[in-house]
């Protein structure tokens, strides 16, 4: 593809450089019509059984993005108070909501018990922890399938090496904590990781995680957690995740289940970055060029403070340049290194890329920033949060939260 921001008609006719002028830059502008897609495709993933999606909001928490989500009939999953009560303020009723818990305190688990909403246990002492404040409550257990997936070590949530879930053969000690304190477990939940693009690993574990899940009785839902991947590479025509026949294989292996365990519980999956990762892109402005020991370096505003994703997982973002109004095509291609502006030598944004001849000036737009963006974004270097604004579905420009001022840092030392 040569360029997503032209093909997708991504600012509906709006000029990149009125948003950069009003907003300023770096700025998160992201598109309704693309948001509204994926989260419809993720409702899709299973329609043969009652099922739900519960969009994974740590991708991306804005408000109003949490708002699209309710209006699409998404449901959702939670990783802290925080984001509990987000989704309460977004209007999302507690039964929408899956409070998906690790090593949390007492505290986290109350707030959760007196809105109503379901708490997954990650872990036996946690188990005992509600049953000791909830005693005859109801709750879900995290179990580890066995195997895990993702596109680096540090978001493989499942297998051998994790901090998640609990382990397959401490399944009896569940049954005896449940007992003592006369809990039901209502659900069973994993998550083998995040950014899949070929199905097999997850079904394998959807596999063992649908065996483990018949030494549960009575089970009112299974979750199988989220993943699954976007084309990164896209201006190298990554292909999409196959959504289609994943949907097919994915039905057969739930159809086998429900015939052994006698009937179909509903099923849900957790889905953070499909629903919002394509949806988002950065622009950000190209303020110096240099060479240094014969590597030609292109100096932006959008630090690893910005987007963290390249320094955390050294994770590509496709990046397309505009110039005079035009995006600049790519043709004369030099590798090239594209940093921040942070006082790190990790703060690189992509590492020898192939990119055409860039000038101090020009835009520049980063591509698949919906999802763990602006949501890991820090005020490093005392650099305020960017502002984030949506192209809306009739073509407005809507700013859907505005920049973080040096003021408003300067307000939490009046303690
Ligand atoms: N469910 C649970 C329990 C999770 O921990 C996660 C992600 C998800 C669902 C959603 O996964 P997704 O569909 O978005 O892959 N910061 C990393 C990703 C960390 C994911 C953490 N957990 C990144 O930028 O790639």
Redesign the pocket.
Known sequence: MESFIKESNFFKGNNPEDIAAKYGTPVYVYNEDILRDRMRRVSRIITKYEFHS?Y?I??NTNINILKIALSEGLYT?A?SIGEMRMLLDAGFPAEKIFF?S?NVSREEMQFAIDNNILV?IDSLSQLEQFGEINRGGKCAV?INPGVGA???E??V?AGKKTK?AIAEEDIDKIFDIASKYDLTIAGI?Q?V???FMDPEPFLQAVKNFLRIAMKFKNLEFIDF?????IPYHKLDDEQEFPMDSFKKDFELLIDEFVKDYGYAPLFKT??????VAESGVILGRVHATKQNSGVKYIGTDIGMNVL??PS??D?WHDIEFMRDNEIVKRENLTEQTVTGNICESGDILAKNRMLPAVKEGDLAIVLDAG??GY??ASSYNTRPRPAEVLITSNGEVKCIRRAETYEDIMRLFDC
Request: aromatic share 12%; hydrophobic share 25%.
């Open positions: 519960n994974s740590k991708a999953d990783m998906v690790n997954s995290r993702g596109h680096h540090k978001v949530t998640f939940n998550h990781g995040s950014l957690g989220g993943g699954y991947g957790e889905p953070g970055r499909y629903c963290v994703r955390m997982y994770s999802a763990y949501a890991m």
